[in-house]
């Protein structure tokens, strides 16, 4: 199974800050991730796919960048509404797909 | 509006079964390849099993095979998952998703919380 890791875990940031999260695959993915953003108590949400496309809708101050193992995830000036937990998701090989762990934003 | 509405969660005691049903509107669910995530208390996401829009080839994790079978009834737009010999570790919130493209999840249901416990 290829396995992902996010890093870090748990960010602490300000409103209007530049922030990155960084996600590594065990084994190259090509451009095969997603990012994904869950508030408490809500489903997951996709915000961008093949590594690098918004996802309709999304404001586009997220932005994904990557290819092969290592991926990020930036958010170009954090909003209010982006205190949340984000996961990135490799579906280079389809059994299984794997998430990252997760990482959370908060204040 | 695309809707994915999961039912059939409870509680379970240990090594009992539940089957989960998902019922899905707004697109045509023949065309798209399905799964259920599931995410533990305040734990991360889980891929369970994921199934093919078509002909009905299944992808479980190594965690449940054998014990979870993913189906579908593409006449009824109904998505199942047949969980047997529930452990504790399967306790959980399981979402019924939507694949899209290669395949990352476009659409997420609201989600239904499976408790296995004595």
């Known amino acids: 199974d290829i396995q992902m890791t996010q890093s870090p875990s748990t960010l602490s940031a300000s409103v209007g800050d530049r922030v990155t999260i960084t996600c590594r695959a065990t084994q190259s993915v090509n451009t095969w991730l997603a990012w994904y953003q869950q508030k408490p108590g809500k489903a997951p949400n996709l915000l961008i796919y093949d590594a690098s496309t918004l996802e309709s809708g999304v404001p586009s101050r997220f932005s994904g960048s990557g290819s092969g193992t290592e991926f990020t995830l930036t958010i170009s000036s954090l909003q209010p509404d982006d205190f949340a937990t984000y996961y990135c998701q490799q579906y280079n090989s389809y059994s299984p797909l794997t998430f990252g762990g997760g990482t959370k934003v908060e204040i | 509006e695309v809707q994915l509405l999961e039912s059939g969660g409870g509680l379970v005691q240990p090594g009992g079964s539940l089957r989960l049903s998902c019922t899905v509107s707004?697109?045509?669910?023949?065309?798209?390849?399905m799964a259920w995530v599931r995410q533990a208390p305040g734990k991360g996401l889980e891929w369970v099993p994921g199934i093919s829009s078509n002909d009905g080839n299944t992808y479980h994790a190594d965690s449940v095979k054998g014990r979870f079978t993913i189906s579908r009834d593409n006449s009824k737009n109904m998505l199942y998952l047949q969980m047997n010999g529930l452990r504790a570790e399967d306790t959980a919130i399981y979402y019924c998703?939507?694949?899209?493209?290669?395949?990352?999840?476009?659409?997420w249901g609201t989600g239904t919380t499976v408790t296995v416990s004595s």
């Open positions: 707004g697109f045509s669910f023949s065309d798209y390849a």
């Open positions: 998703v939507k694949l899209r493209g290669y395949f990352y999840i476009d659409v």
